[in-house]
């Protein structure tokens, strides 16, 4: 692994700012992140199905990378970090969260099926998620890559004058990954727990300026998640990235006296930037978007509740509640932020959903 | 009072229904299950005529449990040899024994007369295999994915921090 010394800057002019770029990415995620001396570090990847946006070999073509992170092992987050990783020439180190990636990929190379007509179903839709998770990985092993898991007691990392603290997965949970490795390696069919457990919370720190990435961490992640972050008595956050595609198993929105959520970590004056991902159309929960409303300027990518017409139905199911599961409305191809050190910052793309015509109301 | 199953006796099964709506024609092999049937003594409201009660299933879908996400599952149909992905309430196939990921089941529409009423639609859920049925599905990469999966093994398995 290198030296945290040898993280240089790929150009020598400081812009002395720090930018963040997400991009529309159908029901995944991609954010970039631009340092100060131009290096890149990449926090998820998922090519877009609405064609809005450069592909990402366009947007990383002849920069530094500093880091290419897979934020969860799910391939929402992680399909279009396949070719940066297979074909970019520059790029540092590789990280991650997935505890005994050997032991987790055969895992999931194994799943539950049933004797029924619908059995190769079950079966292509698992080997989708294996192929995506072999195909990553085996692209860093190829290259060689040097690699940094990533857990709550990994100390604060320093990447061109930005920090960027690790607020989660907590050790605790790692553990109960391994645990079930080992039972399964003993013939018991015990199940994964839910992958998006192993999120990684990402605060990045720049001067006064703090941006909080919060992957798809659940309401187990925050609970030690925002400990962490007053712990580490950080300022309070600028602009968050709305965890879980903004679900209700993510967001504590009546919590007990003395229980954080997300948005607790969040600054007041000035209202913080919330940037939602909600590409298909069960996603934001609605009352989890009125609570993001009533608490922060919402700028979306894509959002479920938006511009709604008419739920689909292609196969005419009338049961309540019944409807296919389909994309979002895009509502920003791209949004942009650039922050300077001293709390300052710009908005450069994209709308809000103050003034965006299709916001759900 | 009359009970017992109605399954191949009063209960007309697919039979044609003269309401000028068009019916898909019903699949063979379907039965109703347990339909009691009152008689008009035994419930003790003169007057009331028995009831005619025809069902017929006017449509079969085949499907498995993704995953449950609170009051909402996911499920995917198979429709055309094509998987499509539906939200259905997790109660509806809870209380029908439809719970566990991967879980195969049959979704019956079934249309349901009444005497002469207006025939209404409704929906049967059964599961096609039980939970305690499932094994465990080793996945076959090709070739390519086993070379890199051994990569992946030979790096992985060393490099831990």
Known sequence: MKSESKNEPSSSRSSGKLRVDFYESGDGETILITFPHGGLGIVDGHPTPHGGRPPIADLTAGKHIHFVCLSHPHADHGVDLIPVVESHPDIESFWHSTSDVEAFIYCITETDNYPSPVRQFVHDLKRGWAEFLVDLYGAVAKRNLDVRQLHSNVKPIQVDGVTLYILSPEELVKNRFVQTYRERAAGRLKRLPDPNLLSTVLALRYGSSVLLLGSDALKDNWSSATRRYRESKLPRALLLKVPHHGASNALLIHPRRGVANYLDLCSRDPRPKAVLFAGDAKHPSPEVYQTLRARADVCCLSNGLAGQTAVANPLGIAIPGARAVTLSRVCNPMISFEFDENGGFVQHTGVGCEVCPTAPR | ?161
């Open chain 2, 1 to 161: 009072m009359i009970s017992g199953s109605a399954a191949g006796r009063a209960v007309a099964i697919a039979e044609p229904l003269e309401t000028g709506i068009a019916y898909t024609v019903p699949q063979a092999g379907v039965t109703v299950e347990s339909i009691r049937v009152r008689t008009p003594e035994a419930s003790g409201r003169p007057g009331k005529q028995p009831k005619n009660i025809r069902q017929r299933v006017l449509r079969r879908l085949r499907g498995l449990l993704i995953e449950k996400q609170g009051t909402e599952s996911r499920v995917a149909f198979v429709e055309n040899d094509q998987p499509i992905q539906y939200y259905l309430p997790t109660d509806r196939l809870r209380m029908s024994g439809i719970v566990a990921q991967n879980q195969p089941f049959e979704m019956d529409e079934v249309e349901i007369q009444v005497n002469d009423g207006v025939p209404i639609v409704g929906y049967r859920f059964r599961p096609s295999a039980r939970p305690s049925d499932s094994f465990v599905d080793s996945i076959d990469l090709d070739e390519e994915r086993k070379q890199k999966r051994a990569l992946i093994f030979k790096k992985f398995g060393k490099a831990k921090s």
